[in-house]
Structures are given as structure tokens and as C-alpha cells.
């Protein structure tokens, strides 16, 4: 990954993801394309239930981590490609915005996760272990 923000000849900042795009490249073809049928119906619906869980900002962390786990494939599998014909930096936003909800869970002011929330809260104080990993998610 490479970035030249200001065009001035001065050196680009990079970053060298060679390894980890081989090894996005051998999880691809080794578990990706022999179970396509199952893989491709479990990547829509991890689109799917990220649309849902971030448009409603119910468990808005577990969305959020969704997105960081699609749109960092997104951005290794596609880093290598001289020419994808997108423009690249959609995903680096995709991924930067999905890591930002993930740290400030914006379904706690504006969401479902808001009314749910204080009785997650009440389960971890009484020591339940589904209110402590409910809590963490909204």
C-alpha cells in the first residue's frame, strides 16, 4: 500500500503487505473457492447483517467488527492489482470508518443498543457471564 499525498516528488509513504496478501491469496484458494457456495451465501450475509445491525445500532460493536473483518480482505485482496479499476482508497475509508465505529459504538446515543444497553450493564454487575459479552457488543 502506497500513499503519495502531496504529488511533490518527496518520498511515498508504504507500506509493505506482500506477506500478508500471499497469505490472503492462500486462504482464497484453499478455503474460499472449495467452499464457494457456502462461503459466498456467508459473505452476504455478513453484508447483510452489517447493513441491519449498524442501520438499526443494534449490537452496533458486533456490526462494526464485521466490517473490519470484510473490508480488510477487501483491502489485502485488492492491494496487489495494478489497475482494479475502483479507486482504492474507497476501501482504506471502509475500513478506517468501520474501525471507528467499532471504538465509539454509536448505537449506544442513537440506536436499539441505547435501550438495551442498561440492562446488559445490570446482568454484568450481577456477574452474568452473557451480560458481560452482550455489553461489550453494544
Known amino acids: 500500500i502506497v500513499a503519495n499525498l502531496d504529488n511533490t516528488g518527496d518520498p511515498e509513504i508504504s507500506i509493505n503487505i506482500a506477506p500478508i496478501a500471499r497469505?490472503?491469496?492462500?486462504?482464497?484458494?484453499?478455503v474460499i473457492q472449495p467452499t464457494i457456495r457456502f462461503s459466498g451465501w456467508l459473505l452476504w450475509l455478513a453484508e447483510a447483517s452489517i447493513f441491519v445491525l449498524l442501520l438499526?445500532?443494534?449490537?452496533?460493536r458486533l456490526g462494526a467488527a464485521i466490517a473490519v473483518a470484510v473490508s480488510a480482505q477487501l483491502l489485502v485482496g485488492l492491494s496487489g492489482i495494478p489497475n482494479p479499476y475502483e479507486w482504492?482508497?474507497?476501501?482504506?475509508?471502509?475500513?478506517?470508518?468501520?474501525?471507528?465505529l467499532?471504538?465509539?459504538?454509536?448505537?449506544?446515543?442513537f440506536g436499539i443498543d441505547a435501550l438495551l444497553r442498561p440492562r446488559?450493564?445490570?446482568a454484568k454487575a450481577r456477574g452474568s457471564?452473557?451480560?458481560k459479552v452482550l455489553s461489550w457488543l453494544t
Open 23 to 30: 497469505l490472503n491469496g492462500i486462504f482464497l484458494e484453499n
Open 56 to 60: 438499526l445500532g443494534l449490537f452496533s
Open 88 to 100: 482504492e482508497w474507497a476501501y482504506n475509508t471502509i475500513f478506517v470508518l468501520a474501525l471507528v
Open 102 to 109: 467499532f471504538a465509539f459504538a454509536p448505537g449506544r446515543v
Open 120 to 122: 446488559f450493564l445490570a
Open 129 to 131: 457471564f452473557f451480560g
